[in-house]
């Protein structure tokens, strides 16, 4: 089993930034792929962005070069570094991973883009 926390959401101003972080239980070097998810009320959770233990990253269309993922193997913890931030960024968001054929989830952290 993974257990993951996430932290870092919060109220942020239009172009503004944030940046996420999930930690997890166990060593995220053995994970195939962490990933970060987000949703709002009345939409499907959808893909921000994936980071797999080989292979590229991949990132959805809305966020390409204002949001980045990272991994520290060492801390066992993934980011999300989130800038530029536009108002349609709002979303509870969540942390992913995808151990030995199982997806495990935090419990989300709300960001909320508004002036």
């Known amino acids: 089993q993974v257990q993951l926390v996430e932290s870092g959401g919060g109220l942020v101003q239009p172009g503004g930034s944030l940046r996420l972080s999930c930690a997890a239980s166990?060593?995220?070097?053995?994970?195939?792929?962490m990933g970060w998810y987000r949703q709002v009320p009345g939409k499907e959770r959808e893909l921000v962005a994936s980071?797999?233990?080989?292979?590229?990253?991949r990132y959805a269309d809305s966020v390409k070069g204002r949001f980045t993922i990272s991994r520290d193997n060492a801390k066992n913890t993934v980011y999300l570094q989130m800038n530029s931030l536009k108002p349609e960024d709002t979303a509870v968001y969540y942390c992913?991973?995808?151990?030995?054929?199982?997806?495990?989830w935090g419990q989300g952290t709300r960001v909320t883009v508004s002036s």
């Open positions: 166990r060593s995220i070097f053995s994970i195939n792929t």
């Open positions: 992913n991973s995808n151990y030995r054929g199982m997806d495990y």
């Open positions: 980071s797999p233990s080989l292979g590229l990253v």
